[in-house]
């Protein structure tokens, strides 16, 4: 769009279709104005730049502001105009990363600014103000995923790096848009303008000139303002590390930080988890008409920042080493941190099909998740879903929205065994579903993508060829806990045993100087807890993750406690035990 262009519609306010845009009553304007300054504005002035962290919160008085994606570039494009009572800004300004668009004076007038960190505060304070904010720059935040705003990847769907880039991108929500090497002609010349061989791809490009040659996930995440990778604060100690930051990692660093414990929050690809993967989550409880895994997720981000919990992402952890009733925390990049106590809600990889030749398709037609992101390579092709839970129920009532065909592989003959009474009512009910009861996967066909899968009546052996083009496979999880193997006890499937458990199986040397046995959820090193999906003998649902990361951290109370019991009755041979009757729960 040219510059005359943007004269002759910059008093075109957007309309506020999906609640992404609201306006702010004269109250609430008023309130703003107290905590922050007016500020005249002249035509044409940039207010903030696209790749800039924010630093004001911004609400228009009088006169039009113009939010461009790719200003001044050869893609620019107008992605809103707002006018008086509008505010500026989305998701990255709450979350400290940088902007993913452009704001320019289109009408001169008034705007009132207040400083980044203090509008965190007021937002805090006043919930139905923050509802409103938060409301919108989620809706802003999906409007800029669906433009394509943000940061380009351009690389092969046949590289897996390139999956890699795209799979971090979507879990964390970040505005992107790939530009794929084997069909985009726009690939082609980008590849030439930026002097980029074959073999350096994939590559990310950042405001049109910065170049990454495959960056690893953690200098991605540094290029767009994600916290940077160093958990620990500055004096290399907090009180609470959560390993893990989906609902039970998130619901523990909210009780954590809201608590006055310094807690630090990691996740070695993003927060949210499962949960944030899900299209829509019907049953969790205050919310009627159902809840996005990904709002959800924001929402309980916001939440743990507004307490002062640090989340770092992504982190990954390698090693925990007691260390004078501590314990010493290494990533694997090497840094270290201590911490006073640790909740490992770390949750659970996908449980891959075991299918010949699916291995090379997964990431290209083959995935193990239904985001909008994979429902957006589907178009109006027939897809399958296998999985008789109520994650494979709820992808294929998202994908029916998308796809012309979902079918539904069940391998037992019971959809009702293990899931829920009303996504069975709906997955039945759909004019776009087909359930096929006693059906398994035998083999994939397609080189450069999916074409077709031959399934199996396992109950009468019959064989049969259905043309698919995309396959989503929700058949459970695995712990992720392969780095806890002799360090604390584990069952027959490697989740973490906690509670009366762990007690059965604990070193009694190490726990009969406390007193004690492990608590409901601690595991058998004291001071250690599991919540969430990664515990044996969970629930396996986000409320239940959600009310186990809570109750951890009571009992990181409850332990604190106990422990500094036993350090004031401590004589001149060191600590004597607590006196009273041990806890044993479980």
Same mark, same amino acid.
């Given at each position: 769009m040219s510059t005359a262009e943007h004269e002759h519609d910059a008093v075109r306010e957007t309309p506020d279709q999906y609640g992404a845009f609201p306006r702010l009553s004269p109250e609430q304007l008023q309130d703003l104005t107290a905590h922050g300054e007016r500020r005249g504005t002249t035509r044409g002035e940039v207010l903030y730049r696209e790749g800039e962290p924010f630093r004001e919160f911004l609400a228009i008085l009088s006169g039009t502001v113009e939010m461009l994606q790719d200003y001044g570039g050869p893609e620019e494009r107008t992605v809103a105009v707002h006018g008086p009572g509008r505010f500026l800004g989305e998701l990255g300004l709450l979350e400290g990363e940088a902007a993913f668009d452009t704001a320019v004076v289109r009408e001169a007038g008034e705007i009132v600014a207040v400083p980044a960190e203090r509008q965190r505060a007021l937002v805090d304070?006043?919930? &139905?103000?923050? /509802?409103?904010?938060?409301?919108?720059?989620?809706?802003? =935040?999906?409007?800029?995923?669906?433009?394509?705003?943000?940061?380009?990847?351009?690389?092969?769907?046949?590289?897996? *790096?390139?999956?890699?880039?795209?799979?971090?991108?979507?879990? !964390?929500?970040?505005?992107?848009?790939?530009?794929?090497?084997?069909?985009?002609?726009?690939?082609?010349?980008?590849?030439?303008?930026?002097?980029?061989?074959?073999?350096?791809?994939?590559?990310?490009?950042?405001?049109?000139?910065?170049?990454?040659? +495959?960056?690893? !996930?953690?200098?991605?995440?540094?290029?767009?303002?994600?916290?940077?990778?160093?958990?620990?604060?500055?004096?290399?100690?907090?009180?609470?590390?959560? &390993?893990?930051?989906?609902?039970?990692?998130?619901?523990?660093? @909210?009780?954590?930080?809201?608590?006055?414990?310094? $807690?630090?929050? @990691?996740? %070695?690809? %993003?927060?949210?988890?499962?949960?944030? $993967?899900?299209?829509?989550?019907? !049953?969790?409880?205050?919310?009627?008409?159902?809840?996005?895994?990904?709002?959800?997720?924001? =929402?309980?981000?916001?939440?743990?920042?507004?307490?002062?919990?640090?989340?770092?992402?992504? %982190?990954?952890? !390698?090693?925990?080493?007691?260390? /004078?009733?501590?314990?010493?925390?290494?990533?694997? /990049?090497?840094?270290?941190?201590?911490?006073?106590?640790?909740?490992?809600?770390?949750?659970?990889?996908?449980?891959?099909?075991?299918?010949?030749?699916?291995?090379?398709?997964?990431?290209?037609?083959?995935?193990? %998740?239904?985001?909008?992101?994979?429902?957006?390579?589907?178009?109006? *092709?027939?897809?399958?879903?296998?999985?008789?839970? +109520?994650?494979?129920?709820?992808?294929?009532?998202?994908?029916?929205?998308?796809?012309?065909?979902?079918?539904?592989?069940?391998?037992?003959?019971?959809?009702?065994? /293990?899931?829920?009474?009303?996504?069975?009512?709906?997955?039945?009910?759909?004019?776009?579903?087909? @359930?096929?009861?006693h059906t398994e996967v035998r083999s994939v066909r397609g080189e450069e993508k999916l074409e077709s899968l031959t399934v199996e009546d396992n109950a009468s052996g019959e064989r049969r060829e259905l043309p698919v083009a995309a396959l989503f496979v929700f058949i459970g999880a695995r712990p992720r806990t392969d780095w806890l193997r002799g360090v604390l006890a584990l069952d027959e499937k490697g989740f973490v045993l906690t509670g009366a458990d762990a007690q059965a199986v604990a070193d009694a040397r190490r726990w009969s100087p406390l007193g004690r046995g492990p608590l409901l959820l601690e595991t058998t090193l004291p001071g250690v807890f599991a919540a969430g999906d990664v515990r044996s003998g969970s629930v396996k649902r986000v409320a239940s993750a959600s009310g186990e990361g809570a109750m951890a951290i009571r009992l990181v109370h409850e332990h604190r406690e106990k422990a500094g019991n036993l350090v004031r009755t401590a004589g001149p041979e060191g600590p004597r035990p607590v006196t009273g009757r041990p806890v044993f729960q479980g």
């Open positions: 304070r006043d919930p &139905v103000l923050g /509802d409103l904010i938060l409301r919108a720059y989620l809706g802003r =935040r999906y409007l800029l995923i669906g433009l394509g705003a943000g940061f380009r990847i351009l690389g092969s769907c046949y590289s897996p *790096d390139t999956l890699r880039l795209r799979e971090f991108a979507a879990r !964390n929500r970040l505005p992107h848009r790939w530009l794929d090497l084997e069909k985009d002609k726009e690939a082609e010349a980008l590849l030439c303008r930026f002097s980029i061989r074959p073999e350096e791809t994939p590559v990310v490009i950042w405001q049109g000139e910065r170049v990454l040659r +495959n960056p690893s !996930n953690a200098e991605l995440a540094r290029l767009i303002g994600l916290p940077a990778p160093a958990p620990s604060p500055e004096d290399g100690r907090c009180d609470v590390m959560v &390993v893990g930051a989906g609902p039970a990692g998130l619901a523990a660093a @909210v009780y954590s930080a809201s608590d006055g414990l310094t $807690t630090v929050t @990691v996740d %070695a690809v %993003a927060t949210g988890g499962q949960a944030g $993967t899900s299209s829509r989550i019907e !049953n969790y409880l205050g919310f009627p008409s159902g809840i996005s895994g990904g709002e959800l997720i924001e =929402r309980a981000v916001l939440q743990a920042h507004k307490f002062g919990a640090r989340l770092v992402v992504p %982190a990954q952890i !390698n090693g925990l080493t007691p260390q /004078d009733d501590e314990y010493e925390v290494t990533f694997t /990049d090497g840094s270290r941190t201590r911490a006073g106590a640790v909740v490992l809600a770390s949750g659970v990889w996908y449980r891959k099909l075991e299918v010949p030749g699916i291995d090379r398709l997964e990431g290209i037609s083959v995935y193990y %998740a239904a985001t909008v992101h994979e429902a957006s390579l589907c178009q109006a *092709d027939p897809v399958a879903v296998v999985g008789g839970g +109520n994650s494979a129920g709820q992808a294929a009532l998202f994908l029916a929205n998308h796809a012309s065909r979902v079918h539904l592989l069940v391998r037992s003959g019971d959809l009702n065994a /293990d899931m829920s009474r009303y996504l069975v009512d709906q997955v039945e009910r759909h004019p776009k579903i087909e @359930v096929l009861l």
